[in-house]
């Protein structure tokens, strides 16, 4: 039976209905984490109650996924993948994500230069600027939540340029795939290296969870589903609901398996399980192709400010709270919670309207893709 191939983004909608969902789930859970410390000692103590994986890696999976079905279309066309179309990709790829990092990093300065949150400014350096704060070593006490942007950062360096060497012996398909299992045991194997049984608790999230070189496996299985689903669409629809039970099952697993962090698995098998769990929800979820009234309008709105919402939650928003008008009783909390979120949403999507869809419509109108 030969294999039918089609593009991830094949629906007649520039969106996914599905898929949005997924993304804001993402990151209402990346939210929920960073603004929890507000609800200390409330009746919504540790809210919200139900446990899920950390959104993170569902950003990761998702975020491969894509990338990964632009990649393949790319190196399916007649014309041959060179380092001309891989500087291309790039191009699209930074205009997307650096000039929202780059001036989140610059506000992040300012507010801990002037003493608006209490952050240590000595530890802003030019890594910083080349997403090298957390490449082979963790770092601490500055703009904390831009590890995970680096670990994306280097993952889509990397695996586009193995691309391109394996592209000079095999076929699209082989090749694709097996950047892709290199991109997934690599760090796993490192992981394994690095196995620490006496780190304590802050040097484990850290370390094992924060350091580039040890999470760039996280993306790989965004990869994995985009060549599934292009290759053999036939499959990718016909298991979607085994698929998805499969990851509702491995989620329930992860959440209520308890291990020390000292311990083999969080050490090195959670950080493959998890997005594995977050790989299975992307079959059913992609079939969702479009959603109605204002429930899919507000899904649709949280995924597309999702990228500013990661940026200014925790910093530019919990800690501002926190350093300067921390919750003094109950009711106080749950108020100042309910600012918090208020003012995620509000800045981050100004700073969409204003600043990120700009630059993306610039991004379109002068490099042709």
């Known amino acids: ?36 410390y507000l609800l200390t ?11 899920m994986i950390d959104g993170v890696d569902i950003f990761f999976v998702l975020s491969g996924f894509l990338i990964g079905g632009i990649l393949l279309k790319e190196i399916n066309k007649e014309t041959r993948f060179g380092i001309r179309e891989l500087t291309h990709f790039w191009k699209r790829r930074w205009f997307r994500t650096l000039p929202n990092y780059y001036l989140v990093l610059l506000l992040n300065y300012l507010v801990v230069h ?13 890594k910083f600027l080349v997403f090298c704060q957390n490449f082979a070593s963790p770092f601490f006490g500055f703009f904390w939540e831009s590890w995970s ?52 608790n802050f040097w484990y999230d850290q370390t094992f969870r924060k350091v580039v070189v040890m999470r760039l496996d996280s993306i790989s299985y965004g990869l994995l589903a985009s060549w599934a689903f292009y290759y053999y669409s036939m499959y990718w629809q016909k298991f979607k609901y ?3 039970i499969a990851g509702i099952g491995l989620i329930i697993f992860i959440v209520n398996y308890t291990a020390p962090n000292t311990s083999f698995y969080k050490q090195a098998l959670m950080f493959t399980i998890t997005p594995v769990s977050a790989m299975f929800l992307l079959p059913f979820a992609q079939s969702l192709q479009s959603g109605r009234g204002w429930v899919a309008r507000a899904v649709s ?13 925790l910093a530019l928003v919990a800690e501002v709270i926190r350093d300067n008008f921390p919750p003094v009783s109950e009711l106080d909390g749950i108020f100042k919670y309910i600012l918090f979120w208020i003012f995620v949403l509000l800045g981050s999507t100004l700073l969409y309207t204003y600043f990120e ?4 419509n ?8």
């Open 362 to 369: 610039l991004r379109d109108r002068k490099i042709d893709y």
């Open 301 to 313: 709105h949280i995924s597309k400010i999702s990228y500013s919402m990661y940026l200014i939650n």
């Open 114 to 126: 002037f003493s608006i949150i209490h952050e240590d400014i000595s530890q802003y350096n030019w």
């Open 242 to 244: 085994f698929s998805l």
């Open 41 to 51: 000692n409330t009746f919504l103590d540790n809210f919200p109650y139900v446990k």
């Open 357 to 360: 869809k700009p630059v993306m």
């Open 1 to 36: 039976m030969s294999c039918q191939k089609q593009s991830v983004n094949s629906s007649k909608s520039d969106r996914n209905f599905g898929l949005d969902i997924v993304r804001a789930v993402a990151i209402l859970l990346v939210v929920f984490g960073h603004g929890s």
């Open 149 to 200: 942007l680096s670990i994306e950062e280097w993952f889509y360096l990397s695996s586009p340029l193995f691309l391109v060497l394996f592209l000079r012996f095999f076929s699209p398909k082989k090749s694709f795939l097996l950047v892709t299992i290199l991109m997934m045991f690599a760090p796993l194997a490192y992981r394994i290296i690095c196995l620490n049984p006496s780190m304590d």
